[in-house]
């Protein structure tokens, strides 16, 4: 045995020996690749081939999978920050009906589907409406994920409760929506605006009014109403410019103390007085030229004085008599008794000219 080890090692320095160094160094080159070659072919026929058995999971539903994998002795990955978890590609198929059976993944939320399985069970008025409400808002976050754009939603609906009385007037309901919206996803008209349609007529007595729609990043997407915003003077569009203008100065508000205190330790209410008061007024102004005398511009002026002195001689006077009794007329005037007389007479006349302003005003307010 010996000799026959001690003959192939002498055959082998004898070939090895036998070669120049350029023959040596591609017979290593060639061994290498070989060797590499077959320990690659050995790691990938062993290796598991891994695909996402589940995607865009919460982390809470991550986790409750994972421990349910991990004590079956299923190889699994998380990936995607926490979003998807991978398994071996032949177990996909099994894993979803075996994990469907045991209602993996559970989110935690209450659909239609509670009242079939549990419809033999009693409960109270109250508890069933606790229900229902809940089954509504996921049912409706449901509808909301399959809209382009969304990649997730969360749904809060505020229903006002009944009036004892019958002629009572019934409050309007609300509701509130966070999307998670896919990144740089930019959002038409028409889609908000469906949107809107879509949640006000999955709620009874809820107009869209009272629907508020964000995202992640505290983006709000308002529902736009041309007529409504159009200026006029009926109560309904001066309603919806006021609700314009306080819902743009709350947010703003709300934005920047948010950034100072953070954005869960604030809340802003706003109420805003607008005037509305539309006039078409003329206005023609007359005001003096000299104000501080209150004098105005002279244009003409006329002056006439009338002077009399005499001595000796009959001032004009006396009362008027006929030169004949027996006429009732008087058609001259007698001369007065003797004596002096003065007489003096000033006429004056003044044109003067003012400022002259007129004025025509269309004022419309907000």
């Known amino acids: 045995m010996n000799d026959a080890l001690t003959n192939i090692k002498n055959k082998a320095n004898a070939f090895w020996e036998g070669k120049n160094k350029k023959q040596k160094f591609w017979f290593l080159g060639i061994s290498l690749i070989l060797i590499l070659g077959i320990i690659v072919a050995f790691t990938l026929s062993n290796r598991t081939n891994l695909v996402p058995l589940y995607s865009d999971l919460t982390p809470s539903e991550t986790g409750g999978i994972k421990e349910n994998l991990d004590g079956r002795g299923i190889e699994s990955e998380v990936a995607d920050n926490g979003t998807t978890i991978m398994v071996p590609e032949e177990s996909v198929d099994t894993l979803k009906v ?83 919206t896919k990144s740089g996803y930019q959002f038409e008209e028409a889609q908000v605006k469906s949107l809107y349609h879509l949640v006000s007529k999955s709620v009874p007595n809820l107009p869209t009014d009272n629907i508020v729609i964000m995202n992640q ?3 709000y997407f308002d529902l736009k109403n041309d007529e409504n915003l159009q200026a006029g003077t009926n109560f309904t569009t001066q309603h919806e410019i006021k609700k314009e203008i306080e819902r743009d100065i709350q947010r703003q508000v709300q934005s920047m103390l948010g950034t100072i205190m953070g954005r869960d330790k604030v809340v802003v209410s706003v109420t805003a007085d607008v005037d509305f008061t539309q006039e078409n007024r003329e206005e023609n102004l007359v005001s003096p030229v000299d104000e501080e005398n209150m004098e105005g511009l002279t244009i003409s002026a006329q002056r006439l004085t009338e002077t009399y002195t005499g001595e000796g001689a009959s001032a004009q006077g006396g009362v008027p008599q006929s030169e004949d009794s027996s006429d009732s007329l008087g058609t001259s005037y007698v001369a007065g008794s003797d004596g002096n007389g003065d007489y003096e007479k000033v006429e004056e006349t003044i044109n003067s000219e003012v400022n002259r302003n007129k004025k025509r005003n269309y004022r419309k307010s907000l």
């Open 98 to 180: 075996e994990l469907a059976a045991e209602g993996i993944p559970d989110s935690g939320n209450i659909d239609y589907s509670f009242f079939g399985q549990n419809a033999g069970l009693g409960m109270t008025e109250n508890e069933f409406n606790v229900l229902k409400l809940d089954a509504t808002q996921t049912e409706l976050a449901n509808l909301i994920k399959k809209i382009d754009g969304v990649q997730d939603a969360s749904v809060m609906i505020t229903i006002p409760d009944d009036g004892v009385f019958v002629n009572e007037s019934t409050e309007k309901a609300s509701a509130s929506i966070v999307l998670k």
């Open 217 to 219: 990043n505290f983006e």
